[in-house]
């Protein structure tokens, strides 16, 4: 027997399929052991040695591969065909090998780019040694991000509390979403005009042009700067006539098709065409690569999805082509196939591009099988991957000029028709930040050189010049691929690691810099500018590329990397000449910053015209609003920065970090905005606190403090009117009585955000829903909805799975606050990532509660204290000795238990 590991259950599964019983296939979850997050974990002063940890699920998945190994003539270690993959048989292999038993077992690698029963035998059939260069670069990658995490970040924490960490390679994101807004904030819109004359050519059709000349001058955007200039172009142009085509230009344009997907432009058109996020494509990929069940035999339907390969297999080149002939016709085949090559930098991935296993199973073919996102993305890539082989578009491309009878006025339309829409007919590719009057598709009236027509009208437009987008997740991992940062593989792991440390918000699909990532950015890009400068991270993405390629050697990449970095701020080396250790590069670097009030100083000049905007009222931006001299700076404390005055402690005016707002500035100060006053001469305020906004009744009276209600999220300030406020404050409201119970439902805001309240069982208001007008028919049908998670409301029953095969008891899924979990009587076990809830089987989920009850799983009351536990042991006792004798039920020891849960698990997969 052959024992084959794969990185997830649901591949393990149908690999085993393919392979037959002389194969045993296990999933390794993905990676078995890490770097583990503590000092001396890479030792550059010895040799950059580093130190491995397989806990938890890697040390019990190393476990059960090694038994399995044990029974098994050889050991295939079958992980993604990428850097990572490699990197994970690597691991297996050292953690397997240094086993007694195992240190002679035949082990290889096998590698397949997609999951079809020929691409497996085929790999199988081919096994090969590790790719030691691939498994080096990994590990200079793994050591560089170690060494670069664990020394800032201590920094970071001692010269700016509150802060998180920092990345090599997320800070450099953050630092280009942080310019970017910069850029927005810095930007002044500027006017200008354009002047637009309606004409009508002899055969009646009517045409638009648009001024380029005027007095014999060619115009620039910004000549007709206000309407006074405007009005003057348009009176000249209206005076023109009578107007003749003074000339008209044709020609044909050929446009190409787009090469198949890589991960970043997957990445990107999902975004705009089908509205994912990063991470939603990427798993949506991974089920369809990992494979789907079409009538009884599981398939992959698309290749590897982690890759900046732009190349096809000659097999999927030639089935595309014999499609398109067969679809489309032949007019629609290019005479010979298209070859594709990377434009990105450093490009270095061996894999082909993102396609169809088949290109002859149709979207339509599949649909019944699929989900509804997985059929979306499926079909993009299909006609992603044919198109990219078709025939070119062909257009016509007109432009007429009109002049003046003078000559001196000078109007340009332009259209374009297709001629031939080629792999147009099939896909087009959707843009960023569409061009400003695109004029495809504009048809022009047949006219020619002296024709005369008539002027209907001349009207001048106000235009304003726009800021530059802020970035969204599809257009900042183009960015990343276009300096040469990041990988394939990363491109997700850096968004989500941005939002999880809050440094960046989504707000409508653009990524919005938090205060705490711009003082981080400041921080780093003040006192470690070059290792967040993007062509000092390009160029180290290209040595580590080197690594992979053969071309460097890992350690002297690290040992150059560590010296200069361990060194900016320390003149001369280590004793001996040794490189420094972590603690040693700590201390350096700590040092050379300087005191608190460096950073401090710093911070304020960087940041100073962001929180302290020119509010064009006159008043210096910096100036205390509460005492005369004193002027406002980012201050740091225990727990994180603030605003606060440099006459302290004289004057204790402080204000949390973030920007003034519209209510400060027509407050005049920070302090509330007043919005009226309510029927008893209280005044309504609108505040912000530490948590937000919100508005306030009335101010403290003999300590009594006065009612305040946060505002729901998505209101924003500018939209709180007074009626609005009052209507917020006289929260909680009876919408009305249950029509069942005939008990009142109260709509609020509590500490969670808005709520529904009935019988004293509360439910979350959605956000699609407003607090302030939900009505009765739809908050009795959120409190008929079933509460998810660990609430208070009563469990969702959750999905049969099955029975347990001795004692009977009902084994099923649920989805809850923290993910999918199955459940069994009083135990809960969670399922873990890799493995796909709609997928799992009873063995599998007895399996994981049989894992859950060993390690002492199942619901139970926490331990009361010892003074309380006493207590209650007195009165036990003192029971005793007074209640008559009862026989108590039996209940299975907890071994028994186990023992019992355990044998279930192992029949039931037997019999499965």
Known sequence: MKVVVVESPAKAKTINKYLGSDYHVLASFGHVRDLPAKDGSVRPDEDFAMTWDAEGRGAKQIREIAAAAAKADMLLLATDPDREGEAISWHLEQELKAKKNLAKLPMARVAFNEITKRAVLEAIANPRQIDQELVDAYLARRALD??????????????????????????????????????????RPQEYWTIEAVFTAPDGQEFTARLTHLDGKKLDKFDLKDQAAAEAAVARVSAGAPFKVSSVERKSVRRNPFPPFITSTLQQEASRKLGFGAAQTMKVAQRLYEGVDLDGETVGLITYMRTDGVTLSQDAINAGRKLISEQYGQKYLPAAPRIYRSAAKNAQEAHEAIRPTDLFRRPEHVRRYLRDDEFRLYDLIWKRTLASQMESAELDQVAIDTASADGRQVLRTTGSIVTFDGFLTLYQEDRDDPVEDDDAGRRLPKLKQGDGVAAKGVKPEQHFTQPPPRYSEASLIKRLEELG????????????????????????????????????????????????????????????????????????????????????????????????????????????IGTRSVVIDALNEALAPHFFPDLGNGKAPRACPACSGGELGIKLAKNGAFIGCSNYPECRYTKPLAVQTEEEIAAGSAGPAELGQDDQGRAITLRKGPYGFYVQLGEDENGVKPKRVSLPRGMQPNDVTLEIAQKLLSLPRTIGMHPETTKPILAGIGRFGPYLNHDGK??????????????????????????????????????????????????????????????????????????????????????????????????????????????????????????????????????AAKKAAKKAASKAKKKA
Request: glycine share 10%; aromatic share 8%; proline share 5%.
């Open 146 to 187: 170690y060494l670069v995490g664990f020394t800032l970040s201590p920094i970071l924490w001692r010269k700016m509390p509150g802060s998180r960490s920092a990345g090599r390679v997320q800070s450099v994101a953050l630092r280009i979403i942080c310019e970017r807004e910069a850029e927005i904030e810095a930007f």
């Open 485 to 592: 940062i990041g990988r394939p593989s990363t491109y997700t792991s850096i968004l989500q690691t941005l939002e999880d440390r809050a440094y960046v918000r989504i707000d409508k699909k653009r990524l919005v810099p938090e205060d705490r990532g711009r003082l981080v950015t400041a921080f780093l890009t003040n006192f470690f500018d070059r290792y967040v400068q993007y062509g000092f991270t390009a160029d180290l993405e290209t040595k580590l590329d080197d690594i992979s390629g053969g071309r460097a050697r890992w350690k002297d990449v690290l040992a150059e990397f560590w010296n200069d970095f361990a060194h900016l701020h320390q003149s001369g080396d280590t004793p001996g000449g040794k490189l420094p250790s972590m603690q040693e590069a700590v201390a350096f670097l700590d040092k050379g």
């Open 762 to 895: 509360f439910k979350s208001i959605p956000k699609d829903d407003d607090v302030l007008t939900i009505g009765m028919n739809r908050a009795v049908e959120l409190l008929a909805q079933e509460s998810k998670g660990r609430g208070r409301g009563q469990a969702a029953p959750g999905k049969e799975i099955g029975k347990h095969p001795e004692t009977g008891e009902t084994v099923t899924l649920h989805d809850g606050k923290y993910g999918h979990y199955v459940k069994m009587g009083a135990v809960n076990a969670t399922l873990p990532k890799s493995v796909e809830a709609g997928a799992i089987t009873l063995p599998e989920a007895l399996a994981l509660i049989a894992e859950r009850i060993a390690k002492g799983g199942g619901k139970g009351r926490k331990a009361a204290p010892k003074s309380a536990a006493k207590k209650t042991a007195a009165k036990k006792v003192a029971a005793k000795k007074t209640a008559p004798k009862e026989t108590a039920p039996k209940v299975a020891a907890p071994k």
